[in-house]
């Protein structure tokens, strides 16, 4: 630990940050176009969320910590001094950026090592979905019981509440995922099975959703149980994955026929893939992974494009995730701290366990059986997701559901970087010194 | 929905497609007008006009930036006191002379700013056709690459004088305070991409504050950088960085510029732009005639040619008072600079291949 260079950071942070403040200040006095003030938001957290990831980096956590916090310290929730409606009109940048960090998800994929650890990750995959989803499910509903939490009452509601909360905690963040492994230059079977069953999940997760919409909606008898909703999911789903191979097709012709500029590229790539997707309405993430994982695994241009990515994957990191622990809402903790601190604990004991089983059946290494659990913490976008659309869809006990869940990934988002990072360099696939984010 | 789809499809298959054409054929030179006219093509298209003006400000800041890390006292120092000041005087008045045929031109003699976006000489297409042999031409050249920074001090100067006295305050603290922030942040022991993403957020802050307190992020970042250029040690491989992304970065600069100044439908705005082009094509041609500066005859061409710098003045001045200088005009001169860099390029091949 270098305390001169701390203390330099330190310093840096406080002029800049003092400096914003006296910049907002003088500019309520100062008639201008509100359009302007997200991305003067903007560019005082691209500066302040790579000083706190490089000072995060001296201090022996990952960077992306570092950018989670800065979000979280300067955004509504800590000092304002960015506000909500920055926040959500910086959201697009987040969303491009999802589609960025997809692409290279699925680019990071290797067929050879897949095929080396389908055991492992489909062992993990099924003990993941069967254990913590049934775990998560029989321990909720007395505890929901016990909490009264205001608008999940009734039996059938804690029911209804349980199963959301069962599907929130089979779900991970396969953004988080890839920026550590990034961070880290992480590489070997301990970090393919971790990104195989990331991967993996996602579609799952897309399928339990899926499911538990049509069993609540049969429970709540507002609209019966039908097959035909479960068809139009699966269809939903094929199609992403459909469009994915087709838009890695296209991909691969650029890389074979054009391949200048590769950087400009995948950053276009991804921007085009997020509006295509939000205009046909597909699955954005299962999409653009699949598409990188054509480009990897179905022609030579693979190491192209992840040359492309790994220049750009920086800034992309260090706005994403200020941004995502900006708009981190810890507003509604204090109320439901006591169930929320239960149900972390419980899914973390849960994807311990779980991991462990799925990987002592199919014969994983130790290091996978021990640590492969601290990859499967995170939680951001997808559960995010989740909760919006179950308010929308039961504005009722769907409210306070989506509070405890946005508590959740608050706390998972900071806990899991660190313990996921800690993971990886036990599994000793880490590179020394690497380090990407500051 | 579909309009944004529309042009980022455009805008990408453009980008590859020019990137392939231009570089197989060499002309280059035309210093992306191409995506200035694409832009302008894409002006009629529901975009949300509205959300993407504060775009430009970033773009407008790094523009800025760039030419201030090109600015070493370290040279200029060694350039004789006689070739600064004949710059300056040849400078000021190519300025004042366009500055004055427009005041004749329009009813509203605020237009006449316009006359410091229509003086600067691109360097890229000058560069392009002389070769830097020989003390002539490297003289030429000199002299070439030290006209941006003059005309940026005229447009300090002139901001200065013109803006409201909080306005200037503000011009000169934020310039000062910006200075001295870029190279703090600077300083601390970065890897290049680290070193990259901090300069676009400074870029991005100092350029959006402009915009909120209503000054040009141009000067502000253009003192940024020269502070740095010349304070700094890690200014050169800042400069390699951003110079990097330079292409990426102007196309879509251009590309913003394009879209929001669109094709006014009156005769207004032909007027105005078969104007400026025979006026400030005249009085360029007049002073490269002056044989200040032994500028070959056959120069001549080459210097009509106004570049990427007079549209970021002409962007940067149409930003900050959007209200006094119609619309109209903006279009009517982005036009004029592009047809002033087509007779450059194209007058420019004719003479080469003679």
């Known amino acids: 630990m270098n305390w001169k260079n ?34 003067l938001a903007l560019g005082f957290l691209i500066i302040v969320a790579y000083l706190f990831g490089v000072l995060a980096r001296e201090l022996g956590f990952p960077a992306l910590t570092g950018n989670l916090l800065a979000g979280i310290l300067f955004g509504p929730s800590v000092l304002g001094l960015i506000s909500h409606t920055d926040i959500q009109s910086l959201e697009f940048i987040n969303t491009i950026a999802l589609s960025f960090i997809a692409l290279s998800a699925g680019g990071e994929l290797k067929l050879k090592s897949l095929r080396e650890n389908v055991r492992a990750i489909s062992g993990i995959t099924l003990s993941h979905t069967l254990l913590i989803f049934g775990g998560t499910l029989i321990v909720m509903v007395p505890f929901l019981n016990l909490f009264e939490v205001q608008g999940i009452s009734g039996i059938k509601t804690i029911w209804m509440a349980a199963i959301m909360l069962s599907v929130v905690a089979v779900a991970k ?3 988080s995922t890839i920026a550590i492994i990034h961070e880290y230059q992480a590489k070997g079977p301990f970090t393919d099975v971790v990104l195989g069953v990331t991967m993996v999940k996602d ?55 054009v391949a200048r500029e590769i950087t400009v590229f995948i950053v276009i790539a991804a921007f085009l893939a997020n509006e295509l997707a939000h205009f046909v309405g597909l699955e954005q993430m299962l999409m653009c992974m699949i598409a990188g994982f054509v480009v990897q695994n179905f022609s ?106 946005i508590s959740v990934i608050a706390i998972n988002q900071i806990v899991g970087p660190v313990l996921f990072k800690i993971g990886l360099v036990k599994s000793g696939e880490v590179k020394p010194q690497s380090s990407s984010n500051g | 929905m579909f309009a944004r789809l529309f042009v980022i499809f455009a805008v990408a298959v453009a980008y590859f497609s020019f990137s392939i054409i231009f570089q197989k054929r060499k002309i280059s030179t035309f210093v992306g007008m ?43 120092r060694k350039l004789p006191e006689n070739f600064l000041v004949r710059t300056a005087a040849w ?92 190279r703090a942040l600077l300083s601390l022991n970065h890897r290049p991409e680290g070193l990259l993403l901090i300069l676009i957020g400074v870029i991005v802050l100092v350029s959006e504050t402009c915009a909120v307190f209503r000054i040009s992020p141009l000067i502000v970042s253009f003192f940024s950088g020269v502070y740095l250029a010349n304070t700094c040690k890690k200014c050169e491989p800042i400069y390699r960085d951003i110079a990097t992304d330079e292409k990426p970065l102007y196309m879509l600069f251009l590309l913003l510029v394009g879209i929001l100044a669109g094709i006014p439908d009156n005769p207004e705005f032909l007027f105005s732009a078969l104007s ?31 570049g990427g710098l007079a549209i970021a003045i002409g962007t940067d001045i149409w930003m900050q008072d959007g209200a006094t200088l119609p619309k109209v005009w903006f279009s009517a001169f982005l036009v004029a600079v592009m047809v002033l860099q087509a007779i450059g390029v194209l007058f420019g091949k004719k003479e080469e291949a003679k």
Request: aromatic share 16%.
């Open chain 1, 203 to 257: 579609i799952v997760v897309l399928l339990l959703f899926a499911l538990a919409m049509g069993v609540i909606r049969g429970i709540g008898g507002a609209v019966p149980f039908s097959l035909s909703f479960l068809i139009q999911t699966f269809g939903h789903i094929f199609l992403s994955i459909a469009a994915g191979l087709a838009y890695g097709g296209l991909m691969i012709l650029f890389y074979r026929y």
């Open chain 2, 34 to 76: 191409e995506y200035l006219i694409l832009g302008f093509l894409l002006s009629n298209l529901p975009l949300g006009q509205g959300l993407l003006k504060p775009l430009l400000f970033p773009f407008l800041g790094w523009i800025g930036f760039l030419i201030g890390l090109e600015v070493d006292f370290h040279y200029i």
């Open chain 1, 173 to 175: 963040s396969p953004a």
């Open chain 2, 91 to 182: 400078t000021t008045g190519l300025v004042a002379a366009i500055a004055l045929g427009i005041g004749l031109l329009t009813t509203k003699p605020v237009l006449a700013v316009f006359a410091l976006a229509l003086a600067p000489i691109s360097f890229r297409t000058v560069s392009h056709f002389i070769p830097a042999r020989g003390i002539e031409n490297r003289t030429v050249l000199f002299f070439v690459s030290v006209v941006p920074f003059f005309i940026l001090l005229l447009f300090t100067g002139i901001q200065v004088i013109t803006l409201p006295l909080v306005s200037s305050l503000y011009l000169l603290c934020f310039s000062a305070l910006f200075a001295i922030l870029s």
């Open chain 2, 276 to 306: 400026i082009v025979l006026m400030t094509g005249i009085f360029r041609w007049l002073f490269v005639k002056t044989h200040w500066f032994s500028l070959n005859q056959h120069f001549w061409a080459y210097f009509m040619a106004p």
């Open chain 1, 6 to 39: 701390i203390a330099s950071l330190l310093l840096n942070i406080i002029a800049v940050s003092t400096l914003f403040f006296l910049i907002l200040a003088g500019s309520s006095s100062v008639p201008h176009n509100s359009v302007i003030g997200p991305y």
């Open chain 1, 300 to 405: 030579r241009q693979g190491p192209l494009m992840i040359e492309g990515i790994e220049r750009s994957h920086l800034p992309i990191y260090v706005i994403f995730f200020s941004i995502a622990g900006a708009g981190l809402d810890f507003s509604y903790f204090g109320s439901v701290y006591l169930l929320v601190t239960l149900f972390v604990v419980l899914r973390a004991i849960l994807i311990f366990f779980s991991t462990a089983l799925g990987a002592k059946l199919t014969g994983s290494t130790d290091a996978i059986r021990k640590y492969a659990w601290t990859g499967f913490l995170t939680n951001a976008g997808l559960t995010l997701s989740i909760a919006i659309l179950v308010e929308k869809a039961f504005p009722e006990w769907g409210q306070p559901l989506k509070a405890i869940i």
